[in-house]
């Protein structure tokens, strides 16, 4: 699975958009970007995924440069609930049932 | 959002002893993994799981672990003799139809 290198730590102000960029250069064709977030001490969540094509849910939304070397999650409007650190994943849909490897992620800290 | 619960909450148990964690999945959902997380340290995967055989695991995962499914629902992690190290967090987690992974809430050993 390609690397992704993501800013150590972020602030957001309440109800303002979070933008958390992740790169991952060396990403090949059919890898897939997935975004996962860990609030203290409980289990990951999973967020949203893309391969290429910009995505959204109810929870967030991906942009994937054209290039596919970068994304960008999008917390449209943050709340202190946000607070978490954030994990950019890449990982190929052609390793069904293999690891997850989580790196050091971005630190979200949303203030009131 | 599927759900994956997690039992015990919280296990102390001496060193030497055995424990097993146990995990309920989220049903039809095919692939099971264990991952851990020592205070302060990154999510490492242990073992990932695919029609009642292990289907890959990390260096962690020796011969002091063992993983199954006893009753076709519940997946359990068995450490047979728990070690001050194994002191951690652990996670169960499910795969669904778009290769993401959900996470139980965690067991958190405490080995004493």
């Known amino acids: 699975d390609a690397k992704t290198t993501q800013p150590p730590s972020m602030d957001c102000a309440e109800g303002r958009a979070a933008n958390l960029p992740c790169n991952h250069s060396t990403i090949s064709g059919n890898e897939y970007v997935y975004w996962y977030r860990q609030i203290h001490s409980q289990g990951p969540q999973y967020i949203i995924h893309g391969l290429k094509n910009n995505e959204t849910n109810e929870m967030a939304s991906l942009i994937i440069t054209e290039d596919r070397k970068s994304s960008t999650l999008i917390l449209p409007h943050a709340t202190l609930r946000d607070t978490a650190v954030y994990y950019c994943?890449?990982?190929?849909?052609?390793?069904?049932?293999?690891?997850?490897?989580f790196g050091e992620g971005t630190q979200l800290t949303v203030n009131p | 959002e599927p759900e994956v619960t997690q039992t015990p909450s919280h296990q102390v148990t001496q060193m030497g002893q055995e424990v097993i964690l146990r995990c309920v999945p989220i049903?039809?959902?095919?692939?099971f993994y264990w991952y851990r997380q020592i205070l302060g340290q990154k999510v490492e995967f242990l073992v990932s799981f695919y029609n009642n055989e292990i289907s890959e695991k990390s260096e962690i995962f020796d011969d002091q672990f063992s993983v199954e499914r006893p009753d076709g629902s519940n997946f359990t992690l068995k450490i047979r003799s728990t070690k001050l190290e194994d002191s951690a967090m652990y996670f169960c987690?499910?795969?669904?139809?778009?290769?993401?992974?959900?996470f139980g809430p965690g067991t958190r050993l405490t080995v004493t």
């Open positions: 994943i890449v990982r190929s849909q052609e390793t069904s049932g293999s690891r997850l490897t």
């Open positions: 987690a499910n795969q669904g139809l778009a290769y993401e992974q959900y």
């Open positions: 049903s039809n959902h095919l692939y």
